[in-house]
């Protein structure tokens, strides 16, 4: 498994339980997930070995982990390569949607849900102050240890 | 199977001029709509989605609509009913007059909005939208039916009220709802009300998912309204003679479409101006990767982008889902007028006589 996708993933990981535990807003959010029910199983695909983490959602709380989650309503699958491309801002989601570089089965809904989780990475990385500092700086560390180079140096890997 | 056109009011790199252009072709291309035999005009509502979508009265978009066409209808897809956005009554008196000055024509869909940027400009409560939402979908259809008008509720405590004008459409106009989550479709049949699907899977799983609709709405019993079983989707769509050039427009339209669509509902900023998001062409080897993919097993049932051979392959994947109605959205941010109007014509004269 590429080495910069994991470590975006266990910071993913990471994140759902910040964001349960301090984020502000986390009423509005949860109520906005409210009546979202399921997993959504992500499979990191390719040469340089596989990888499996899950999210699942319970009527407004996420929880992300490593390895497989049972009984998914959907899932996504991917290059690592793909990934770091587009938390890079190299590779729009849609496009890989688009052109089978992502594999959905299941639930097209939880297909979005994945594209979120990307975006919201990148959201952060594009943040002002010490949360967007932190951010750019973990995501340019995890595409260095992927050994990804972004052409269109959005974020300095 | 009905063919309608979606309508965002999507403007990439957004001027004055720009933007008034943008309003005046989608008036002539519902208008061109209406000649060919379309079925629907829907429109949606935002606040302050720039570039996504300019369209924030949609009342006033399809009055014109209504009196600059013969037989299409006009549909809200969908109006924004928790109260900061719109009050229950204001949506009953708009969506009746329409009904009347169109002669019947009106399609009602309702809904919550999902953005951070229309939510936070309404200082909405965020925690109460989706109650707020089902407690004016009660309240809305008793207005076009009763004399007097009473209600006390969770939000609204109103006095005995006439709320005039009455829709001319009996009971009142057919009700729809927007469905942003996995199992939104099934809660929106359960409420005996048609479905709006803006997001969609593999064949399989849209089939079950038109299925589970279906069932929920067969029990429902619904004591306000009148029940609707009627399941939309809303597939981006460029359909040209020419299969390359038809995907080198639908595609980029299709790439500016769900990526102004991702900034604004799954960050969790509120973005403001110019939207970071490509906008060219996708490149020849992008461009064949996702030609090729459309008859992928694994693809799925997301687009009407080609020929019309093409678009009658990916168009009969709906139909064997049990899909009732295709909202095509043509009006894509990146798509010029011109192409918009030739997808509108050769959809119509070389798709659609196929499937009705």
């Known amino acids: 498994m590429n080495a910069g996708a994991a470590m975006l993933m266990n910071l993913s990981v990471q994140a759902t339980r910040w964001a349960a535990r301090w984020t502000a807003g986390g009423e509005a959010r949860r109520a906005e997930m409210k009546g979202l029910a399921g997993v959504l199983n992500i499979e990191f695909t390719g040469d340089d070995g596989g990888g499996v983490w899950h999210v699942s959602f319970d009527d407004g709380r996420v929880v992300m982990r490593k390895g497989a989650g049972e009984n998914p309503r959907a899932t996504v699958r991917l290059q690592p390569r793909d990934y770091l491309a587009m938390v890079a801002g190299d590779l729009a989601y849609s496009t890989a949607r688009m052109t089978g570089r992502i594999r959905l089965s299941g639930d097209g809904h939880f297909g979005i849900v994945f594209g979120a989780s990307v975006e919201n990475l990148r959201t952060a990385a594009r943040g002002p102050g010490p949360v967007g500092w932190i951010a750019r700086r973990l995501t340019g560390r995890a595409l260095r240890k992927g050994g990804y180079t972004s052409p269109g140096e959005r974020i300095p890997a | 199977m009905k063919f309608s056109l979606f309508f965002e009011m999507q403007i990439s790199r957004p001027t004055r001029d720009k933007e008034a252009e943008c309003f005046r072709n989608c008036l002539e291309q519902a208008e061109l709509a209406d000649r060919l035999g379309y079925d629907c005009i829907w429109e949606v509502e935002h606040h302050g989605l720039y570039e996504y979508s300019h369209s924030s009265s949609p009342e006033i978009f399809l009055s014109f609509v209504a009196a600059r066409t013969q037989r299409i209808r006009v549909g809200h897809g969908i109006t924004l009913t928790p109260h900061r956005y719109n009050h229950p009554i204001r949506v009953a008196e708009r969506i009746a007059t329409l009904d ?19 939510k936070v400009a309404f200082q909405n409560d965020l925690t109460t939208l989706h109650e707020q939402w089902r407690e004016a979908l009660e309240m809305i259809p008793r207005m076009w039916q009763q004399d007097v008008f009473t209600w006390k509720g969770r939000f609204y405590d109103i006095a005995p009220t006439q709320v005039i004008p009455k829709p001319v459409q009996r009971p009142h106009p057919p009700i729809f709802a927007a469905c942003s989550k996995p199992d939104s479709a ?32 067969e029990r429902a019993r619904p004591e306000a309204y009148q029940r609707n079983m009627h399941f939309a989707c809303t597939p981006p769509a460029c359909i040209l003679p020419d299969d390359r050039r038809a ?8 790439r500016f479409f769900a990526e102004s669509l991702a900034r604004y509902y799954f960050g969790e900023d509120r973005p403001i101006g110019p939207l970071d998001v490509p906008r060219d062409f996708l490149p020849a080897d992008e461009l064949e990767a996702a030609m090729a993919f459309r008859t992928d097993p694994d693809a799925e049932s997301s687009i009407v982008i080609g020929d019309p051979v093409r678009a009658r392959e990916q168009v009969q994947r709906f139909v064997e889902a049990g899909v009732d109605e295709l909202i095509l959205v043509m009006q894509m941010g990146t798509v010029p007028h011109e192409i918009i109007l030739e997808s509108i014509r050769t959809f119509a004269e070389r798709v659609m006589p196929h499937f009705r």
């Open chain 2, 247 to 254: 995907c080198e427009f639908g595609f980029r339209g299709a």
């Open chain 2, 186 to 217: 099934a809660a929106v049949g359960g409420l005996g009300i048609g479905a709006l699907n803006f997001a969609v899977g593999t064949d399989k799983d849209l089939a079950e998912k038109v299925q589970a609709y279906r069932k929920a709405v």
């Open chain 2, 100 to 118: 009347i000055l169109s002669g019947g024509r009106v399609n009602w869909g309702s809904g919550k909005s999902s953005s951070l940027v229309e």
